[in-house]
């Protein structure tokens, strides 16, 4: 039996009064690949942010339900916010490095925690980019600007970046939206090779890279799952007819 | 449409397009007029007596052919810097509580009421700080009161609009991106702002610094009335201290021949003062610039 390692149950979101997320339920194991599909606007993205609380930036936002993460409820009072997104490391759509250099866009949110020592964080640099697929490309100029980097490479920038914090949870909103087929082949071999040590919830446009890439796949529509199995199921025997639609194109 | 309307067209574009560009010029030529102005009733006093008479002597004598402009060059250097070092924190810190810390409805609210600061005329700032700044330095410090810390403050105050809006516009302009990449790689709010926010806005903010030197160094009204205007290098920052612009505004009344262009040397020395700092400064912004995102 596998285990779970986010449980959501009940989980509502509003955007002041706007009703983003309706009553979802279900369960991420560990050590899998969830994909999240569905048209645009239809809360996947929001989903993510609940996981990470990044949505409290955002004013007016609300939530009802419960998220459990590793046994914690992560809304309960006295939550480290800050130890929670270390832990639920979010990948962007479009790539942000920040403006600075590559090693220290990796170094980032290490030197936060206060760590130092310039061997260690090299070898921090190292792994993470390695584990991204990026080390090869970019070992002999680390120390110029993050922003001259390709689309491709800025976004596996930013997966190395999170990796650097030695997250358990990966997660990855439309993270290759904005990319060329082969930065994003690139990007889907990376994630293969991470399913070892992460749990990885992928938010994609993309179904054909749902199917490439997840273990299992949640169709969210308009806010609510619509259903959620096994990946290879969910592309050849839908229980519901509106997945079956979305994916045969005929919405969405 | 015949060739002919279009030759019509293209002939009042021609006509507006001049005409547009003679107003340009007449902006600049004022400046040039200005520049040759004070160069040309400047400059002859100064190779008369030798450019080390004026930068380098220490008395300013008028009456005795004594030029020396030294004092006055380090009085306004004094005065600038100390309306930096007030100015500077305070503005900074306040745009910075105003763009990221703020709600948007106090610092919609507090954004104009700072900007307004800037519509006091300067001679009030000087009475202000005539009537209780400088009895209190008096009272508290020593000295006259009358003196190079009194005009630093009342010039840090009076620059603060400067630097509070445009570093509040540079900031404002760093994409929310960054700062939400930064939260979710677990950095707090301050984290963000120290190492992500300020670097990417940092061209914007010495802009600002800059403009604001350029108020403080040029301001004369408030500084006449708040620095006790003796033509001594200060040896304190509680002794009394003349600024260049000061000097003219004081003296060009009753000044005559070579006093007069004396003035006007002071003038060429203000002018060239204000051209290397804007240059350095600027100099300094570009290469930040370049350092931070080129591409």
Known sequence: MKEVAIQVEHLSHYYGQHRSLKDINLQVYRNEILGIIGPAKSGKSTFLSCLNRLNDLIPGSRVEGRIVIDGQDIY???????????????????????PMSIYENVVYGVRLLGKNNRRELDQIVE????????????????????????????????????????????????????????????IEDSLRALKANYTIILVTNNTKQAARVTDRTAFFLMGELI????????????RDKRTEDYLEGRFG | ?????????????????????????????????????IFEQGLPIMFRYGLKHFLLGQDWYPSEKSFGLLPMIIGSLMVTFGALIIGVPLGLASAIFLTEFSSRRLA???????????????????FIGLMFLVPFIRERFGGPGLSVLAASVILGIMI??????????????????????????????????????????????????????????????????????????PGSVLAPVRTLTSNIALEMAYASGEHREALFATGVILFIIIMILNTVANMSSAKQRKKGSGR
């Open chain 2, 1 to 37: 449409m015949s060739s002919n309307g279009t030759n019509k067209l293209e002939k009042s574009d021609r006509l507006i397009k001049l005409s547009l560009l003679m107003i340009a010029l007449s902006a600049v030529s004022v400046l040039a007029i200005i520049t040759i102005f």
């Open chain 1, 227 to 238: 259903e959620i199995n096994e990946t290879p199921i969910i592309f050849t025997r839908p």
């Open chain 1, 127 to 186: 792994e993470s980019l390695e584990k991204a697929g990026l080390w090869g490309e970019v070992k002999d100029r680390l120390h110029t600007s993050a922003l001259k980097l390709s689309g491709g490479q800025q976004q596996r920038l930013c997966i190395a970046r999170v990796l650097a914090l030695k997250p358990h949870y990966i997660l990855l909103d439309e993270p290759t939206s904005g990319l060329d087929p082969i930065s994003t082949m690139k």
């Open chain 2, 108 to 126: 919609g609210f507090l954004k104009p009421v700072i900007e307004l600061l800037a519509g006091i005329p300067s001679v009030v700032y000087g």
């Open chain 1, 76 to 98: 309960g009072p006295r939550v480290d916010v800050v130890a929670l997104r270390r832990k639920l490391g979010i990948v962007f759509a479009t790539p942000v490095p920040l």
């Open chain 2, 160 to 233: 603060l609009p400067t630097v509070i809006s445009i570093t509040i516009d540079s900031i404002r302009a760093v994409p929310d991106s960054y700062r939400e990449g930064s939260m979710a790689l677990g950095a707090t709010k301050w984290q963000t702002v120290r190492m992500v926010v300020l670097p990417a806005a940092r061209s914007g903010i010495i802009a600002g610094i800059i403009l604001g030197m350029g108020r403080a160094i040029g301001e004369t009204m408030a500084v006449i009335m708040v620095a006790g205007n003796a033509a001594d290098i």
